[in-house]
């Protein structure tokens, strides 16, 4: 039976750079699971008989909140859910799903690379039919719609058994648990040279996979140690954790130190991967030599063609305004655009449904192509391997091959994280109001260019989104960029990104903070960082 349950709204239901993030004490509110997916299916139309994909990252509250949504998909009309079994669907994988089963759209529940367990984060995102992230109009009316709700529905029917592949009913709704690895695997066949890589660990090349006790393990195992022939134990916490084991399962160089530490020293594989929660994200370090991730972008532009799925080129490159310029140095040097968008991978859609972007990443660790409309962590450790099995060169080599053609663009991102909401609001909004008087200005040996906040037109649908981070451009190159998280749960994140490029070969060999110091304190001196919000140093340098 069907019951009509009334319910009051909640405040603050605005999905941010990617889905509604929150404590998972938030989530666990009477209705609050409910009134967001009300919400959600109140702002689309026509879905009525059609196939909508569920999963998580396997995160403490998954299974609770897939029941309530697979219940009111029947409520609603849904025809068929496609749910990941044992709840488990990578972010990258569910996108893949919706577009290989032409699903009208898909909910992922997952906080990504935020901590897990009852006292962590729990997250539900929307993608659309073409696989990728809801755009701004529809997460737009899913918070104005959340501020006015009444009721929600939802199906009485007892839960689904998640644990059992295969097909029930809830209402006149198909219920269809499905492998989670099956499609993915296939697709990342399809695209890569499994044979040549197959060669490269065949012929003794060694890797670890830190999977961070996160969505990617069954994933990896699959792929790496089952399909491709590594051995046995390259993935490392490959079993999906309701807490992640405790730890935080971002990969970057401080919450994946023990990873970086192993690929610096005398006994390191040839290769170390790591994937965050939902799978989305990478990381790259070959023996010796961290391949920074808005590096790897540019790198992966130029040498997709290696690849098969890439075989005939790529018909341009799209990277998040914060990331790095290397990429477009690629760009350029193969006659194709590199665009520039906000943060967040729902800005990519676009670009890739029409064909003007191929491969796009972010600086945060998000690489990916147009196989999907998610950034991808197990499809950019593939590609790397693709690569280096016809190379046949270490990762160390291929990176001083890359910036002896192209340059080099120092990079690096410090972040404040859980500092007061109002002070990094006033920080941000003064550094604005101030911002058209710095131009001409000198900031210790550096002179400010311009400036602004930067803005994006969308040259596909034509929206225009703004304030999208602060930007101080100087005369010799170097930027700096400000912005506040949009993923956070508590207090604000303070973003600064510094950069500086380099075309000098002789000095590409210098420590990244070292080569930025000059740029690194004029970025705390000018915002006054420290002043606003006590903070005397980043907590975490990437
Ligand atoms: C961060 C990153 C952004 C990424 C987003 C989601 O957003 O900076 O590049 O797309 O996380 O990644 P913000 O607003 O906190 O800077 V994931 O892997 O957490 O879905
Ligand atoms: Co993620």
């Known amino acids: 039976m069907i019951r009509t349950v009334a319910t009051t709204p909640y405040e603050g239901q605005k ?10 004490q938030v989530f666990q509110q009477p209705n609050y699971v409910e009134n967001f997916v009300q919400s959600l299916f109140d702002s689309l139309d026509d879905f009525e008989g059609e196939t909508l994909v569920i999963g998580g990252d396997g995160r403490f509250y998954n299974r609770e ?3 309530k949504v697979v219940k009111m998909a029947a409520a609603a009309g849904f025809g068929r859910v496609l749910v990941g079994k044992g709840g488990i669907l990578s972010t990258p994988a569910a996108s893949c799903v919706i577009r290989k089963h032409e699903a009208f759209g898909g909910i992922i529940l997952s906080a990504s690379h935020n901590m897990g367990g009852p006292a962590g984060d729990f997250g539900i995102k929307y993608n659309i039919g073409n696989g990728g992230p809801a755009p701004e109009r529809i997460t737009d009316a899913v918070f104005a719609l959340s501020k006015e709700i009444k009721e929600y529905k939802i199906s009485d029917a007892p839960d689904i058994d998640l644990d059992t592949a295969g097909i029930s ?5 198909v219920v269809d648990v499905i492998d989670p690895v099956e499609d993915y695997a296939e697709l990342m066949g399809q695209l890569f040279d499994f044979n040549a890589i197959r060669d490269l660990f065949a012929g003794g090349f060694t890797m670890r996979f830190d999977a961070m006790s996160a969505v990617t393990g069954p994933y990896a195992k699959a792929i790496l140690e089952e399909t491709l022939g590594a ?20 990969p970057n160089l401080v919450y994946a130190k023990d990873l970086y530490d192993l690929l610096m020293s005398d006994h390191a594989p040839d290769l170390g991967a ?7 994200r990478n990381l790259i370090i070959g023996r010796g030599q961290f391949v920074t991730p808005s590096d790897s972008l540019a790198m992966i532009a130029a040498n997709a063609h290696l690849a098969p799925g ?53 600086e945060s660790a998000g690489t990916g192509s147009d196989h999907v409309r998610e950034k991808d962590g197990l499809w950019a450790v593939l590609m790397w391997l693709n690569i280096l099995a016809v190379r046949r060169e270490s990762v160390k080599a291929i990176v001083a091959d890359h910036w002896a053609t192209y340059g080099r663009n120092y990079y690096t991102r410090h972040d404040y994280e859980e500092v007061d909401s109002a002070a990094a609001d006033g920080l941000m909004g003064d550094l604005r109001a ?14 400010v260019e311009r400036v602004d906040d930067f803005s994006y037109h969308d040259p596909v649908d034509d929206s225009v989104t703004t304030k999208q981070g602060l930007r101080v451009f100087f005369t010799d190159g170097s930027r700096i960029v400000y912005r506040l998280s949009g993923t956070g749960t508590a207090g604000a994140t303070l973003r600064v990104y510094i950069e500086r490029f380099v075309a000098d ?15 690194i304190a004029i970025a705390r001196a000018l915002p006054d960082i420290e002043g606003r919000t006590g903070r005397t140093v980043p907590s975490v340098i990437t």
Not at 15 to 22: A, C, N
Not at 505 to 519: F, I, W
Request: aromatic share 4%.
């Open 15 to 24: 999905p941010g750079t990617s889905g509604l993030r929150k404590k998972v």
């Open 65 to 67: 909140a897939i029941q």
């Open 169 to 173: 009913r809830i209402e006149d709704m």
């Open 231 to 250: 051995a046995q134990g390259t993935v490392v916490n490959g079993e999906p954790l309701t807490d992640f084991g405790g730890h935080h399962p971002d």
């Open 274 to 280: 790591a994937s965050d929660g939902d799978g989305d």
């Open 310 to 362: 890439y075989s005939k080129g790529i018909a341009g490159i799209a990277r998040s305004m914060p990331t790095s310029g290397a990429a477009d140095r690629v760009a350029e040097a193969l006659g194709i655009t590199c665009y520039e968008t906000p943060t967040g991978w729902k800005f990519f859609g676009n670009l890739l449904d029409a064909g003007l972007a191929t491969v796009c990443g972010e």
């Open 434 to 447: 101030r911002l058209e008087t710095l131009p001409g200005t000198r900031l210790g040996a550096l002179t």
């Open 505 to 519: 070969t002789t000095r590409h060999g210098v420590e990244t903070q070292a080569m930025l110091d000059d740029l």
